[in-house]
């Protein structure tokens, strides 16, 4: 149930901060620029070819990663899941490791390792028709030990990478924002990403239907193995999207999903969006306060377990006390 | 008239040979009250997945009306044939009163926003379920009673001719068993609702139920009134166990009790 | 007979000299340490290298034990070695504490300044017997070093930024051997606040202001050079950009810290003053 007046003041208030946000990480960096110099000749281009740039990723993966989380959460029905449960990113990961080692250029290191995580994703949603399952174990399983196998080629990648290229390769994984993404790719990636977010807007409904059984929502009129097999496959694009832009960034994709649960139920017609903003607004902020505190680039990946893990302890054991 | 039927239907499952289907044929009466009964292992949940269409038969067909299922959308089909399971799955809580206007799903196009109809529907669901009072309550703080009697409401949400339930006894105290057979009775012959019920308890499908179907060993054992088929001889067959079948002093249905071999006495 | 005992001693003690010193079975772990034993003459001494251990060429055709980052411990020991020479920093602790408890003699050098270098081929000159050409590569190389300095002594220092990685983005920090090359070779580390190699935000390098950026390069890193220098290419507010003094330069004469050590400064010399110090 949608109290709409409500829906419209809570998606407005977020819509807010997050264009609060957006300007405060424009302006902010190494050395604050007001917003009233942001075409001047002398900050331009640090704000345009470097700031903003991680802005658009910070959304991108901040958001995607979000939406993604909290599709998997459902059909896997398991609170802990994010998007990196299944081999989906671990294929990503594998691709990008292999860019490394073949001394790809940067935007097809991108490339590749959106291509190998599709190739997974194939695989894996072959093997899910072949052994279609009225539980979800099947494709955890499936996933989680895919996710060994990749990860296990990833560090043998690493142990043949000569020494410099190692610590490129591992600084990937460890994901940023701070790579040299050509600004087209970017653009496409966005597009890709809105054209991914409608459609499974278009379909909340269905992926609501999906927390109860599967024979359940398959007597409420709705296949349920062909929509949890359809979510499966967008979750998985989102994933492979940011991770073959960003590396592996944890725990936004874990704690994103539970905290809009948290404060405004859960409803995918109502807190998809709430989601998709929350995790672009987090993203921002996190990037915004490391890259201001240290003049080093730091792997984001695990700034945001750092921060995240200890606030999300906090909501668990808040909400368990009696 | 014959509400759903199955003609001949032939099903395995994958991974288990053991188990077949073969030549499955009964039928539902419109109208009426009817219980499906049999020992465990028997295929009385299969049926009822086949009858969802979660699972699909290899051979021969399910119709409603004359017309086979499969050819029917299954938003059609939603709109005919409502499911109550056995206990309440969800992947994350929500209000009552969200979690039983799901049940308006095979009515609501695209995004599935609810129209104030609807929630006046579910809400007349819930009232006549005795559970108004818990419209605002989550849904992993019900007791178990409760828990059915919103599953309840839930189906009763889609408004269709036939209602499907799956032990709706299973995790439930002897009141509560009571109480959610009653209203279902009560609500069946208020909205004239088919009701196809798997049960366990043989007095309460007495009590409540007045068709039976046996399930034996993957076959049609027979159907027909319980007055018919409520025998020590079907049961013995069926069950392999041994009652003693007089009739309750308050209600005049067949009451079924259980007696050890060595004890014979006359069964009428 | 005094003097065919004389002969026969001082004999077996050639023999000896000679059988001792064409026993010893060295490992180099790293391309410069390679590189010196080359130069020291200890070629057919050296029974294995770490990969990457291109010059001279002969050295290529010795075998290896992996990358001086990740040697394999078996094939170190399989080959039976006397001697092993790593470098401090660089083969990683674990593998040199289990290389001193199996009782192999090790000698591990610093090499963060060019004493460092000059200390480290006196030392090896020493412990094989070859102090005469030790001294006199350590001579020669202090002479080309001196040569270099006296050219550059009263030239302007230009701020110099040596970037070795994209992503992170790595630079030269203070206390490294390349630090030192830059002074050596007449020029200033635009860092002077950051020891080692810092991975700096692309705002704070911007802030360094560079007139030259220098970005080593080894064989099959062209493409990260290039990329290197377009991430580079729309910031005309900074000198080393607006003057295009973004420079590729020979990798393994500038980073390695052995006999070409002295060339390598002077080919650094050579593009931090073109006018001044010629190829």
């Known amino acids: 149930m949608i109290r709409t007046s409500k829906w419209i003041a809570e998606i407005s208030s977020l819509g807010f901060l997050f264009l609060l946000t957006l300007f405060t990480g424009l302006s902010i960096g190494v050395e604050w620029i007001s917003p009233v110099h942001f075409w001047d000749p002398l900050f331009k281009n640090i704000i345009w070819d470097i700031r903003w740039p991680r802005v658009l990723l910070a959304i991108i993966a901040g958001g995607a990663l979000s939406v993604s989380g909290y599709i998997f959460q459902i059909i896997l029905k398991n609170p802990l899941a994010d998007p990196f449960i299944l081999g989906v990113s671990g294929a990503a990961c594998l691709g990008g490791a292999l860019g490394f080692l073949l001394h790809l250029g940067y935007p097809l290191i991108t490339f590749v390792s959106f291509l190998t995580s599709l190739l997974c994703l194939g695989v894996i949603d072959f093997v899910s028709r072949k052994h279609v399952s009225t539980t979800s174990h099947v494709l955890l399983l499936t996933g989680v030990f895919l996710s060994f196998l990749f990860s296990s080629l990833v560090t043998l990648c690493l142990s043949f990478s000569e020494p410099f290229e190692g610590t490129s390769l591992l600084f990937w994984l460890m994901g940023g924002l701070s790579f040299p993404i050509p600004t087209p790719m970017l653009w496409i990636s966005l597009g890709i990403l809105f054209f991914l977010l409608s459609f499974i807007y278009r379909k909340s ?3 609501h239907l999906l927390n109860l059984s599967a024979i359940e929502t398959q007597a409420l009129g709705i296949d349920a193995l062909k929509t949890q097999r359809l979510f499966f496959i967008l979750a998985s694009l989102l994933c492979a999207l940011t991770v073959s832009l960003t590396g592996m960034i944890g725990f936004v994709g874990l704690l994103v999903p539970h905290l809009c649960r948290f404060l405004w139920g859960n409803d995918p017609r109502r807190i998809l969006i709430h989601c998709f903003l929350v995790g672009a607004i987090l993203l921002i902020s996190m990037d915004m306060v490391v890259r201001t505190l240290f003049p080093y680039e730091m792997p984001l990946g695990a700034m945001t377990a750092l921060l995240g893990a200890p606030f999300f302890l906090f909501l668990l054991w808040k909400r368990s006390s009696p | 008239m014959k509400l759903l039927e199955f003609r001949n239907v032939h099903f395995k499952y994958s ?3 053991s188990f077949c289907f073969k030549e499955l044929s009964f039928f539902v009466q419109e109208g009426s009250f009817t219980t499906l009964l049999g020992a465990n292992g028997s295929g009385k949940s299969t049926i009822l997945n086949l009858i969802t269409q979660f699972l699909k038969p290899k051979q021969g067909d399910i119709v409603w009306k004359g017309t086979p299922l499969h050819t029917l959308a299954l938003k059609q089909c939603a709109q005919k044939i409502a499911f109550v399971p056995q206990s309440m799955e969800f ?10 206007l799901l049940g308006r799903a095979p009515h609501l196009q695209g995004l599935g926003l609810e129209s104030t109809e609807d929630h006046e529907i579910g809400e007349a669901t819930l009232s006549m379920v005795q559970a108004l009072h818990l419209k605002d309550r989550l849904l992993d703080t019900l007791s178990h009673g409760e828990k059915q009697k919103v599953l309840l409401a839930k189906a009763l949400c889609q408004e269709t001719p036939l209602l499907l339930l799956d032990e709706p006894t299973a995790h439930l105290d002897i009141q509560a068993q009571f109480e959610i057979l009653s209203l279902l009775r009560s609500i069946q012959k208020q909205k004239k609702m088919t009701v196809l019920m798997v049960l366990h308890q043989l007095d309460l499908a007495c009590e409540f139920s007045e068709e039976l179907i046996f399930l034996k060993s993957e076959k049609i054992y027979g159907q027909g009134p319980i007055s018919e088929w409520m025998t020590t001889g079907h049961l013995k067959n069926v069950y392999g166990f041994n009652a003693f079948i007089d009739q309750n002093p308050f209600t005049g249905k067949p009451r079924i009790t259980h007696h050890r071999e060595e004890v014979e006495q006359i069964n009428h | 007979m005094c003097l065919k005992i004389r002969s026969l001693l001082y004999l077996f003690f050639l023999c000896a000299v000679s059988t001792l010193s064409a026993t010893e079975r060295i490992i180099s772990l790293a391309p410069d340490l390679t590189e010196t034993l080359y130069a020291l003459s200890l070629q057919d001494e050296i029974v294995a290298v770490s990969e990457f251990s291109n010059f001279p060429k002969e050295a290529q055709k010795k075998q290896t034990i992996g990358t001086f980052m990740a040697p394999s411990l078996e094939k170190i020991l399989y080959f039976k070695p006397t001697v092993i020479i790593a470098k401090r920093h660089a083969t990683p602790q674990h593998l040199l504490q289990k290389l001193r408890q199996s009782g192999i003699h090790l000698l591990e050098f610093k090499t963060q300044h060019e004493i460092d270098i000059f200390e ?4 090896l000159g020493k412990k094989f017997g070859k102090e ?17 300095q006296n050219r550059v002594r009263n030239l302007e220092k230009p701020r ?10 790595m630079f030269v920090g203070k206390q490294t051997l390349l630090d030192r090359a830059i002074e050596l070779a007449g020029g200033m580390n635009a860092i002077q606040h950051h020891k080692g190699y810092p991975k700096l935000q692309k705002e704070a390098a911007l802030q360094l202001n560079p007139d030259i950026i220098l970005i080593p390069l080894t064989k099959g890193d062209e493409n990260k050079s ?9 910031w005309v507010s900074v000198p080393a950009v607006r003057h295009h003094r973004i420079f590729t330069m020979d990798g393994d004469l500038t980073t390695r810290a052995g006999p070409r050590f002295g060339e390598g400064i002077a080919h650094m010399a050579h593009l931090l003053h073109p006018t001044s110090v010629k190829k």
Do not use: N
């Open chain 1, 205 to 207: 409904y269905h992926l």
């Open chain 3, 120 to 123: 480290m081929i006196l030392q």
């Open chain 3, 226 to 234: 290039q990329d290197i220098q377009s991430s580079w290419k729309s």
């Open chain 3, 160 to 169: 110099v930024l040596i970037q070795i990685e994209l992503v992170p983005p």
């Open chain 2, 91 to 100: 992947a994350f809580s929500m209000s009552v009163f969200d979690y039983v």
């Open chain 2, 15 to 17: 991974g288990d040979p």
């Open chain 3, 132 to 148: 005469q050409k030790a001294k006199r590569l350590c001579t020669s190389l202090k002479e080309m070093l001196f040569t270099i």
